[in-house]
Structures are given as structure tokens and as C-alpha cells.
């Protein structure tokens, strides 16, 4: 199939433009850098001795995507284009909701004008909240405390209406947990901008010398030693889940969460970051961070039954290759 990957020169998509071209489909990338490189569309040829198109556009201008598809013929598209810190979003909600928003509204309108059938959206486990993990596709979404994560749950409800309207656009709508780690190469990887608001971006950042030390956001949460549990995913295993996805889309509207089912805590994470490369990391318990919940990992009962996926890559692979990817990167 020939798919259009929008943000994918970003984290994510970098690494999915790589599975998609390795299951044999092709790839045109959308993207506007304003996250990301341009050089990762030549890392992503590099790795796969495969050609990528690539557009320089904003998808969330309705002209310029109307323009990419009238002059090419996609298969499928798997939207990834967004703005993504939590705490930025609070400070530039019109920017969130106009990003964010616009880009879904104006990429469904042209799957439908252009007959194109298959959509997988990027959306993430904070449209669950406070929930009781672990966390289930059928559970009630609980409102999210930032204009990021209504983002998303908004551009939930927008494409099930416009699937529900349109018997020909079908969506799959992938709950994406806490993505780290790279490709195995070195090549391509998370390229954090500011200061990281991630953890693992964060241990890397402090592992340089960027930042002296971690701090920890509270040890005193109900959890096995205290500090904030999520469910880490290696972002190859992520990635490969969306080829699965966008291969096995039916009809209507599928939600599925992409995680490992796995919780670990903030501590954990970094012993395990230690012990991978060898190295220490100093960190100090500071008070918690507002918006901040215990626990979040997911139930994959359903990715692993209906697009027979399963997350393989274990904690230390996904340390080892984050860290493998900081030290070969430069600016
Ligand atoms: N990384 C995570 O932890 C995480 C978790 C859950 C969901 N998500 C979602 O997954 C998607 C990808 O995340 P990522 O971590 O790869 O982020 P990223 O910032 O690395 O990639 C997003 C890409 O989209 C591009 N972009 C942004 N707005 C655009 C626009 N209007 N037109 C064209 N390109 C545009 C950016 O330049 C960037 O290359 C996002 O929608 C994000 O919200 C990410």
C-alpha cells in the first residue's frame, strides 16, 4: 500500500515510516519539522535501502492538504502530526486545539473526498485519567486535565462521527502508553527539545551531563516503591503495532492500546537504565508534579487477539538502545 505518514520525520513516525517500508508498503511523509529534521527522512532511506517521498507541508492547512491529494494516491493514512507536551499545551491552548484539531478534521475530509479508506490516529492513554489501571479500550473516558489530552479525545470523537457518517473511511485509533527507547541502528530516536518532560529523555539528558541530577516527582504514591508506575514501550514494538493496525483495518471505527501491559516504576526504570549501559545516575525525590496519577498501564487482551501483536522488546533493550541513540546523535 502506498501510505501517507504525517509527522513522520518526529520520534514515532521516523520509526514507523521503517516498519512500514519493511513490511513492503511505501511511504510519503507530511511534515512541517516544526519537531523534527529533515536529514531523518535520509536516516530512514539509510536503514531501509528503501526511497521515501517527502513533503515539507502543515496538515493542518485545509489547501495544502487538499494539494497533496490531488497530486498523489494513497492507500491509507496514519496521522501522527500533533504538538505533545502536556505542559505547553496549557500555556498555548489555541495553538493545541488549532494544531491538533485542524490536521484531523482536514485529513478526514480528504480520505473521504479522495476515496481513501484507511485512517490509524495517534491518540494516548491519557484520555483514560484517573482510571483504575490497567487500563481497558471499553472503559468511560474521564476528562483530561490539560488541553492536550481533550486534543485527543476530541479527535477520537471526530473521526468515529465521520466513520459513523461514511461507511467507506474506517479508523483505527491506536491509545499509545509511555513510547521510549529507538531504532537498533542509532539513527534514529527521540530528539527532545527544552527541557524533556518525558523520563527517559530526561535520564539521557542527565547521563550527558546536561542536567546534574533527576528528580523524582514523588516516592510516596501508592505504587511498589512509591513513585509513578507507567507501562514503557519499545518504540520499534509501537511502530510495528501500527502496521498491524492499518493492515488489519476492516470497517468502521477500532480503538486498541499499544503497551506492554507491563508497570514500572520511576525507580526501576533508572536502575534498569544503570545496569543496561553501565552507568550511575544521580537523582533526588522532589515533591509530586501536579496532574501527575500513580499508576497507568494498559490491558492488550485486544491488540493481541485482533491484530495478533504483542509488545517482545524487554526494559533493558529499550534503555540500552535510547542510550545508544544519545551517544551516536549530535546536534
Ligand atoms: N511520544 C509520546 O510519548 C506519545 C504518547 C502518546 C501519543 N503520542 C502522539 O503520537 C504522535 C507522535 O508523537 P511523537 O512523540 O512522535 O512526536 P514528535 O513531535 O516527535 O512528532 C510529531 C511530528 O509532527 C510534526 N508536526 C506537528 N504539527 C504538524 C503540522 N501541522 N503539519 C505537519 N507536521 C506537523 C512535527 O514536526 C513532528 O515531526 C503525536 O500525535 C503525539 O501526540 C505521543
Redesign the pocket.
Known amino acids: 500500500m502506498n501510505i501517507l505518514v ?9 520509526h514507523t515510516c521503517v516498519s512500514l517500508l519493511e513490511a513492503g508498503h511505501s511511504v510519503v511523509i ?7 529534521r529533515k536529514e531523518t527522512v535520509n536516516k530512514i532511506k539509510e536503514i531501509t535501502n528503501r526511497d521515501v517521498l517527502f513533503h515539507e ?5 485545509k489547501d495544502q492538504v487538499k494539494k497533496l491529494f490531488s497530486n498523489n494516491k494513497f492507500d491509507g493514512v496514519i ?6 507536551a502536556v505542559g505547553e499545551s496549557l500555556d498555548l491552548p489555541i495553538s493545541y486545539y488549532s ?2 484539531l485542524f ?1 484531523t478534521i482536514f485529513l478526514a475530509e480528504a480520505c473521504i473526498n479522495y476515496g481513501v479508506r484507511r485512517f490509524v490516529f ?5 484520555v483514560y485519567g484517573d482510571n483504575q489501571a490497567p487500563f481497558k479500550e471499553t472503559m468511560k473516558l474521564l476528562p483530561t486535565t490539560n488541553p ?1 489530552g481533550s486534543t ?1 479525545e476530541m479527535s477520537e470523537r471526530i473521526l468515529t462521527d465521520v466513520a459513523k457518517a461514511n461507511s467507506s473511511f474506517s479508523v483505527s485509533i491506536l ?5 521510549i527507547g529507538a531504532h537498533q541502528s542509532g539513527l534514529i530516536g ?2 527532545p527539545k527544552g527541557h524533556p518532560n ?1 523520563l527517559m529523555p530526561y535520564i539521557t539528558n542527565v547521563a550527558k551531563g546536561k542536567f546534574d541530577k533527576l528528580f523524582v516527582f514523588g516516592n510516596d504514591y501508592s505504587t511498589l516503591d512509591g513513585t509513578g508506575v507507567r507501562d514503557y514501550i519499545h518504540v520499534m514494538d509501537l511502530a510495528e503495532g501500527h502496521v498491524k493496525a492499518l493492515e488489519s483495518i476492516d470497517s468502521g471505527v477500532e480503538v486498541f492500546n499499544l503497551g506492554t501491559g507491563q508497570g514500572t516504576s520511576v525507580l526501576q526504570l533508572l536502575k534498569a537504565f544503570e545496569q543496561a549501559n553501565g552507568l550511575e545516575i544521580p537523582y533526588e525525590i522532589v515533591e509530586r508534579r501536579p496532574g501527575d496519577i500513580a499508576t497507568c498501564f494498559a490491558d492488550t487482551t485486544k491488540a493481541e487477539k485482533h491484530l495478533c501483536w504483542k509488545a517482545k522488546r524487554g526494559i533493558f533493550e529499550m534503555c540500552r538502545d535510547a542510550w545508544r541513540f544519545e551517544t551516536q546523535y549530535t546536534d
Open positions: 504525517t509527522g513522520g520525520t518526529g520520534y514515532i513516525g521516523s507530511a511534515d512541517n519539522l516544526s519537531n523534527s507541508i502543515d496538515v493542518s492547512n496521522h501522527f502530526a500533533g504538538y505533545k494544531n491538533n490536521s495517534s491518540s494516548s492513554a491519557t492536550y485527543k491509545r499509545y502508553f509511555n513510547p527521540e530528539i518525558n
